[in-house]
């Protein structure tokens, strides 16, 4: 999960689906209530169950080694080998919508859920980016929306950001406050944040209802969520515009398949081509795609033959 989130529009939920312990993570963000909290003060080793600590933990500290990971290797390989990459992860969703649909009984209804999911989660890798505004409604409910995403597979949490023109007013709010102590965005930052805890617990809480409540909808919502990320996992793509972190800006791409300057720019919107097409701009790289796309569906298979199932967990 911590590799994901380094990656610009990977979920972290989407690791958390496949590997099976998107239920019981969801139940323990359930946990963190006021109640619960105030357990440390009267008896830490029940604060500790209470709260999934164990879980907890162990999740943590794999994700702060994830992000390490992520930032040192994965944003190389970003920029040198990035088609091989995204053949692997490519290899890891499709993989995993397979597997995970063998345990839902799909019906009229299950059929549907898994289309409108699908519907949804394609329809928001192309949407455009709309201006953003530092209303404090907009920014609460914006941090509301942009964590409830990162909770859902195949949906990336800081892509969600940049659609709501907010990317530019968090990150600058927030880089301003670390490096040179500037207050100034103070209440930018925590009126977005208490969106952020709003919408974590709400959409935590809603979630683990509808997977107890409709498990078999909810699976097949879920998996339509994956399959519709697959478009904004395919190897060979076109950059078409891009966010500029200086101006606030978004621009035109000039027809290229690599960013230019990747501490300066964002990607906002690419196009897919195919191996023949993308050839005639650069590298198609299609043996490596080949064998990065099949390790990442060994990848799953293993993990799907050796481990817990989601209805395990």
């Not at 999934?52 to 994965?74: A, E, H, Q, S």
């Not at 409108?116 to 192309?126: F, H, Q, R």
């Not at 805890?197 to 339509?224: D, E, P």
């Not at 005639?280 to 043996?287: A, P, R």
Request: net charge neutral.
């Amino acid at each position: 999960m911590g590799i994901a989130e380094a990656i610009p529009g990977v979920s972290g939920g989407t690791l958390a689906f496949i590997t099976g312990i998107y239920e019981e993570l969801l139940d323990t963000i359930k946990r963190i209530t006021p109640g619960n909290i105030r357990l440390i003060f009267k008896d830490v080793v029940l604060f500790w169950r209470a709260i999934n600590g164990v879980f907890l933990l162990w999740l943590l500290v794999g994700m702060g080694v994830g992000l390490v990971v992520g930032v040192f290797v994965i944003s190389h390989l970003l920029e040198t080998e990035k088609e091989i990459l995204w053949a692997l992860f490519f290899g890891l969703v499709l993989a995993s919508a397979y597997y995970l649909g063998r345990s839902v009984r799909w019906s009229g209804s299950t059929i549907a859920w898994g289309v409108l999911g699908a519907i949804l989660s394609y329809s928001i890798t192309t949407f455009a980016p709309v201006s953003g505004n530092e209303h404090p409604l907009y920014l609460f409910i914006s941090g509301c929306l942009a964590v409830s995403a990162l909770m859902l597979p195949g949906i990336s949490g800081s892509f969600i950001l940049l659609l709501l023109g907010l990317y530019d007013v968090v990150i600058h709010a927030l880089k301003d406050l670390i490096s040179n102590q500037d207050m100034s965005g103070l209440t930018t930052l925590v009126i977005f944040g208490l969106g952020v805890m709003t919408g974590l617990f709400t959409f935590a809480r809603l979630l683990s209802w509808l997977f107890k409540s409709y498990h078999n909808r909810t699976m097949a919502l879920m998996i339509g969520i994956l399959i519709g990320s697959l478009n904004k996992l395919w190897p060979w793509k076109k950059i078409v515009t891009v966010y500029n972190k200086d101006t606030g800006l978004i621009e035109s791409a000039n027809n290229t398949i690599r960013l230019p300057d990747v501490e300066l720019y964002k990607i906002v919107s690419e196009v897919n081509l195919s191996p023949r097409e993308y050839g005639l701009l650069g590298d198609v790289k299609l043996l490596g795609v080949i064998l990065a796309f099949m390790g990442g569906v060994l990848i799953v298979s293993l993990l799907f033959r050796y481990s817990a199932k989601p209805s395990e967990v």
